[in-house]
């Protein structure tokens, strides 16, 4: 009998040990996130679905001179008037979860910003792409007279929301498209408070620190939306091609965009340069990370 039972025992530790190995077999490996799709959060105007790892501090200066219109005279715009800057601090508080804060000269815009990278692509495409969403609150931080005669705190606040679907094509190639919605609570005269827009924008990279990177932005005319008869100043697209040069720690990207704001919103809302008829200007972007 004990022989019976010592035989049954030894056939099923065989038999399980058969399961496992087999059931080891057909298991697959994880499918991770893929490698570096953009190496910055930031691409010119835009934000890209990248956020640094958990518990990473990351400082951002961005600036824009003036328009190249004089050429030399002003040095293409580099000693013009006009110029904008923002620094900005931003912290990784979880796992693609991503908090902010900057200042911005024109206006003195304050603005608190957050970046939620819901998914992200995989390797072998068991999620094909990354998705985030992105918005800030901008306090507007001029002097009281500038919002009128029938003042309110609450006049100098805009918002800002985005959806962002990117891909990494291939080893060089990443692109995304967007949709977002501007709203301000007070606007200028005959300017609508509410916009949505769309844009595509992405990097092409050509050597292991350097990628050619690009943005297109279009606010649109949504009829349901807007709040009079016609659309007066419409604002227009937002274009833009720079250099990308990164690190594990660094990057910085050199650009010409058209647009002349450094807050999404004000862009969106207020761009009136036409980049097909030369408005454009130099600008660039510098971001340093620490981890903790």
Known sequence: ??????????????GWAGIAQEA??????????????FQSGYLIDNQTTYIPSEGTLELAIQHKFGKMENGFSDLFGLYAPGANIRLGMNYVVAKNLQLGY????????????????????TRNNTVPVAVALYGNLAIDGRAD????????????VSYFSQLIVGRKINDWLSLQLNTSFAHYNQT??????????VGFNGRAQFSPQSSIIFQYDVPL???????????????????GVGWEISTSTHSFQIYVASADGLVPQQ???YNQNDWTKGDLMFGFTITRLWSF
Request: hydrophobic share 35%.
């Open 1 to 14: 009998m004990k022989k019976t039972i010592l035989t049954l025992i030894i056939a099923l530790a065989f």
């Open 145 to 156: 007279k500038a919002f009128g005669t029938e003042y309110e705190f609450a006049h100098r």
């Open 221 to 239: 005319k949504v009829k349901g939306i807007r709040e009079y008869r016609e659309f007066k100043n419409p604002s227009k697209p937002n274009f």
């Open 267 to 269: 862009n969106a809302m």
């Open 102 to 121: 900057g200042i911005t000269r024109i206006n003195m815009h304050n603005d608190f910003n957050a970046k939620w990278t819901i998914v992200e692509q």
């Open 24 to 37: 080891a077999q057909e298991a697959k490996p994880k499918d991770k996130p893929v490698r570096s799709p």
């Open 188 to 197: 200028d005269s005959l300017i609508d408070r509410d916009k949505i827009s």
